[in-house]
């Protein structure tokens, strides 16, 4: 079943629009938000995440932000730049892809326990798309978490995202997972825990059909 659109077109617009690869192509060791908020990341998938399980981080740079005493059996990471994912030391492999330009990933179905996507989905220009691969890839009763907070690069953000409230954008990323289908209802976390806000939406998928 194709997922449900919720963006159109002018949704979709980017301010920048040259090639995504270009503005990924230099390496950023950079953290994209701060340490409060990293570690109120670390403690929620501490929570959602099965200690031993199958792990996919989806838009993954240098790190992770998965809690440091739990062990997973494989973490795979993807993003767009191949030298920021060789420095992630969480990760046990990884590959690089253009999601705005080929959603498809190259996975099988039902594969992972997990998928997370931290303060990047802002740059996806079909998340609809993007997020019914993910739901395709989770196992039954898997978990997708994603979070955000108020900083991104405003040249690559979408302008659906670029025009919203923080609250809008929590329920626009709701709405994505809601719209493929695939999910329970989704769960909205807001915090304020440092300087940074904190949102996250977690959406398990169904565990039958």
């Given at each position: 079943?194709?997922?449900?659109?919720?963006?159109?077109?002018?949704?979709?617009?980017?301010?920048?629009?040259?090639?995504?690869?270009?503005?990924?192509?230099?390496?950023?060791?950079?953290?994209?938000?701060?340490?409060?908020?990293?570690?109120?990341?670390a403690d929620l998938y501490a929570e959602y995440l099965p200690a031993g399980g199958t792990v996919l981080d989806l838009m993954s740079?240098?790190?992770?932000?998965?809690?440091?005493?739990?062990?997973?059996?494989?973490?795979?990471?993807?993003?767009?730049?191949?030298?920021?994912?060789?420095?992630?030391?969480?990760?046990?492999?990884?590959?690089?892809?253009?999601?705005?330009?080929?959603?498809?990933?190259?996975?099988?179905?039902?594969?992972?326990?997990?998928?997370?996507?931290?303060?990047?989905?802002?740059?996806?220009?079909?998340?609809?798309?993007?997020?019914?691969?993910?739901?395709?890839?989770?196992?039954?009763?898997?978990?997708?978490?994603?979070?955000?907070?108020?900083?991104?690069?405003?040249?690559?953000?979408?302008?659906?995202?670029?025009?919203?409230?923080?609250?809008?954008?929590?329920?626009?990323?709701?709405?994505?997972?809601?719209?493929?289908?695939?999910f329970d209802s989704p769960e909205v976390v807001s915090e304020k825990p440092g300087i940074d806000p904190f949102y996250a939406v977690?959406?398990?998928?169904?565990?039958?059909?």
């Amino acid at each position: 079943m194709a997922p449900e659109r919720v963006l159109d077109a002018a949704d979709r617009e980017k301010s920048d629009r040259r090639d995504d690869a270009r503005f990924y192509a230099r390496p950023r060791f950079v953290q994209h938000v701060d340490k409060a908020f990293r570690e109120r990341l670390a403690d929620l998938y501490a929570e959602y995440l099965p200690a031993g399980g199958t792990v996919l981080d989806l838009m993954s740079s240098h790190v992770s932000h998965l809690p440091e005493d739990v062990a997973f059996e494989r973490v795979l990471g993807h993003g767009m730049n191949s030298e920021e994912l060789r420095a992630n030391p969480r990760l046990d492999d990884s590959f690089t892809q253009d999601l705005n330009r080929e959603a498809t990933l190259p996975l099988e179905d039902d594969t992972f326990d997990a998928v997370t996507i931290a303060v990047s989905i802002q740059y996806l220009q079909y998340p609809e798309a993007v997020v019914a691969e993910i739901a395709r890839v989770l196992r039954p009763g898997g978990v997708l978490i994603v979070s955000f907070s108020s900083r991104c690069f405003p040249t690559k953000a979408i302008r659906a995202w670029r025009e919203a409230t923080m609250g809008e954008r929590a329920e626009l990323v709701a709405e994505y997972a809601r719209g493929t289908g695939g999910f329970d209802s989704p769960e909205v976390v807001s915090e304020k825990p440092g300087i940074d806000p904190f949102y996250a939406v977690v959406a398990g998928t169904r565990s039958t059909a």
